[in-house]
């Protein structure tokens, strides 16, 4: 894996020596500016070397990131393209599907307030019919006699007390099945949004509310779907602006490694140049990077141990034999 250590000490020396004197070479030595003064002209040829594949394999690697940062950037648009030709964004998509959750939450909403409307009427049921036993309970303890002279009798009385009685019962019954069957629509509806994929968005995540709470709940998570949308087409458009930055940046990224890297060739080529022509000027400038390496190197405090990686450049190598002075 690239070092970004490594990566950004490369970049501050090529950018530093990018800023030498870059007049070009003539053909005699005193048209060349001085070794000193040269971009890369105080690296030794080990070291030149090295530059040279370092800037090259970021600009390859710069290359790389540029091509698949193009190829993300073209499936995103193509999708949007196509998108946007059938009329139905991401967004718009998002907000089609959500609609639909919405809609079976409400139909269970609907179930929900139906048998909760049954219960009721089942619970003033049980209540009216149960409200006429007492007085038909005192009949019961009523003479025969008198039953009769009110045209009724005992037994009248009693068909009728078990008439109301299992119309009571009934109702009661009816009033248990009615509550429950609203509850577990009220929790149905309520899952039907929480176990979806747009929970988070639309705010079910907490426990069901209560029953008259539910229809002012749905209503606002449906006003909130158009926002939604409009966010994930606005983050999309973001998206694909970014990818388009990202593929630009990287290209000019290569081109400005190679530049470097361009730079520090040219200095080989003129080294090449001097050893052909001036080999006395080309050994006397290889002497003195090597007299100026070993300077550096003496003025440097002592190398502790780094968890870094290792520099793109290697250290000076030194050459055996004697040294040429001027």
Known sequence: MRSTTTASALRSQVEAEAGRDTTPAGS?????PSWK???????????LAAIIKACLKEARQQDLTAAKTRDDYEQLRKNLVRRYG?????GGQWAKDAGAVLDTALVHLT?????????????????QARAVLPTLDRQMETSWL?????????????????????????????????RRASDDARLAAW???????????????????????????????????????????????AKLSGLSGEAQSA????????????????EQQRRQ???EKHPDVHRAENAARRIAADAQRRQQPPVRAQHDAPAAVPPVQQNRGTRAKF
Request: glycine share 4%.
């Open 28 to 32: 005699e030595p005193h048209e060349t």
């Open 37 to 47: 003064d040269r971009p890369y002209g105080t690296k030794t040829d080990d070291q």
């Open 86 to 90: 059938e009329a139905l964004t991401r």
């Open 111 to 127: 179930t929900a307030i139906q048998e909760a409307g049954h219960a009721r009427w089942a619970t003033e049921s049980a209540l």
């Open 146 to 178: 008198t039953l009769r002279l009110a045209g009724s009798s005992k037994k009248e009385v009693k068909e009728t007390r078990e008439h109301h009685l299992a119309q009571a019962r009934g109702s009661e019954d009816e009033q248990t099945r009615a």
């Open 191 to 237: 899952s039907t949004l929480k176990d979806s994929p747009y929970a988070q968005a639309l705010g079910a995540t907490g426990p069901a509310p209560l029953l008259d709470d539910l229809p002012q709940a749905l209503a606002t998570m449906r006003e909130t779907i158009p926002q939604h949308a409009q966010r994930m087409d606005t983050r999309d458009e």
């Open 251 to 266: 290209t000019a990224e290569a081109a400005n490694w190679r530049r470097h890297a361009a730079l520090a060739v040219t």
């Open 273 to 275: 140049l001097l050893a």
